[in-house]
């Protein structure tokens, strides 16, 4: 995608539920600062720290891109919670290498000079929109990982009628149904068993949980379809990103679909993917 018009300010959230990051977030913003640009922090972030933040709208409207200083789960959280603002967003990783947050704490200072050169990248990565039909109205949301529609107890096994722009398509019995994007096929989907998909595909992931068949596989499916998930029988949950959690009756519908924007992502112009895939899962061995 084209680069930033301006590069003035960088609006901060940061992983919640820890006040020990307070030094490295100061640490960061001295640097962020230092290169000209104005940092504002999130409210709840803010009070977290023991400072002054700004309603999270206000940073996102004010803000030329948003900076997640923590682990994917903080980013995942800040791209879904700021979707509509349409804002870029910078992963600091304020731990191991992740597969998104993927900016280390040592390469902050160089990342603010290559970006100011305009030496950098926006990825554009697919976004779910989904809804579900109840028998009391629609509730409306947005995913960036996955939706996992699942069994609300151990104890029994849920049946899932799939469909696909209308038609039937399949019937999963089993602990439940992940439908991830090509982003989220690291996650829950490659837990269990789902592939690993490049991260700008444009495309779904439907991936039975502990299917009661055999022959229940991982299905693949343009993202310009639409994909209807329903229990006639059972009560299940229906899971956004892992974050947020919707009890479905029997006969509720999901309703996924393909987003017409896609979260945007900032990134080092020299970020291998593939590398990342390497050092995570450890594959490959040159000796």
Known sequence: MKPLEQIQTAGFVLKPNTPQIKPLYEQI?????????EVLIAERSAKMIGTKGLPFETICEKADFLVSLGGDGTL???????????????????GNLGFLADITIDEVDDFLIKMQQGNYCIDERMMIEGYIKTSKGIKSFY????????????????????????DWFNTYRGDGLIVSTPTGSTAYNLAAGGPVMYPLTKAFIM??????????????????????????????????????????QPGDVLVVEGAKTGAKLL??????????LREKLLWGDKS
């Open 29 to 37: 913003k001295r640097q962020f600062e230092a290169r000209g640009i």
């Open 76 to 94: 995942l959280s800040l791209v879904r919670r700021s979707y509509g603002h349409h804002k870029p967003v910078m992963g600091i990783n304020a």
């Open 143 to 166: 995913a960036f990982n996955d939706v996992v529609i699942t069994r609300p107890t151990i104890s029994k096994m849920v049946k899932i009628d799939a469909s696909i722009d209308g």
């Open 207 to 248: 991936t039975p949980i502990c299917a009661h068949s055999l022959r229940q596989r991982p299905l693949v499916v343009p993202a310009d379809f639409t994909i209807e998930l329903a229990s006639a029988e059972d009560r299940v949950v229906a899971m956004i990103d892992g974050q947020d959690a919707y009890e479905m």
């Open 267 to 276: 990134h080092r112009k020299e970020r291998s993917y593939f590398g990342v």
